[in-house]
């Protein structure tokens, strides 16, 4: 069986041999790349990269514009890395489609532990399970959804929060449980890594998006 690889983009040989090394361990293939547009090159030459990490700050091309390039032709998920800790720039990378977003310093377990919880979650769509309700129809075989039977396009953590949702339906539901089982890790901080994935959602959702009801002071409730 293939190795599963993974795609690294970042201008600090440093940072990419130290995150390279650590994923190696658990048997990844590691790709590297030195900047953005470097990345974009080598993504589509391997066409089989399972999951790309991207620093933010690159030369050449940013990792911003490397994930736009991405996200015209693939749903592969994507980390953003980095020394930013402004909202609005953790914002602009979800807007763009990013999964993942972790701020410099990191610990590297930490991100090996994201990264094989976002493989561990792709590699089990192909599962083929249908969730129904309230017109929304969900192939996690497919990675398809449609809502009276038009489709609509969710990136790789939008879908994967409708899923959680259908399948706690009529369930109150608090941030710190979306968080440890949609992204399936502790995370310190505010809840606007779920408000924003919410926001987009229900965006894409149309008037099925009122489906998905705000707990106040609490987390959210998805009623068909």
Request: aromatic share 8%; charged share 30%.
């Amino acid at each position: 069986m293939d190795r599963i690889k993974i795609l690294i983009a970042d201008d600090e040989a440093r940072m990419r041999k130290l995150v390279g090394d650590f994923l190696r361990k658990k048997d990844y293939d590691v790709l590297e790349a030195e900047n953005g547009q470097r990345a974009v090159d080598l993504f589509f030459e391997e066409e089989d990269i399972s999951l790309v990490i991207l620093d933010v700050m690159m030369p050449v091309m940013d990792g911003y514009e490397a994930l736009k390039e991405i996200r015209q032709y693939s749903k592969t998920p994507v980390i953003m890395l980095t020394a930013k800790s402004e909202e609005r720039d953790e914002l602009q990378g979800f807007d763009l489609g990013a999964d993942e977003y972790i701020s410099k310093p990191f610990s590297p377990n930490i991100l090996v532990a994201r990264v094989d919880a976002i493989l561990r979650r792709s590699n089990a769509i192909g599962e083929g399970k249908k969730l129904e309700a309230g017109g929304i129809i969900l192939d996690t075989g497919a990675h398809s959804c449609t809502i009276d039977g038009n489709a609509i396009e969710l990136s790789f953590k939008e879908f994967e929060l409708l899923q959680y949702f259908m399948e706690n339906t009529g369930l109150a539901l608090s941030r710190e449980k979306i968080l440890n089982n949609v992204w399936n890790y502790d995370y310190f901080g505010d809840a606007r890594t779920i408000d924003t994935h919410v926001k987009k959602l229900r965006a894409k959702m149309g008037d099925k998006g009122d489906l998905i009801k705000t707990i106040w002071g609490m987390g959210y409730k998805f009623e068909a």
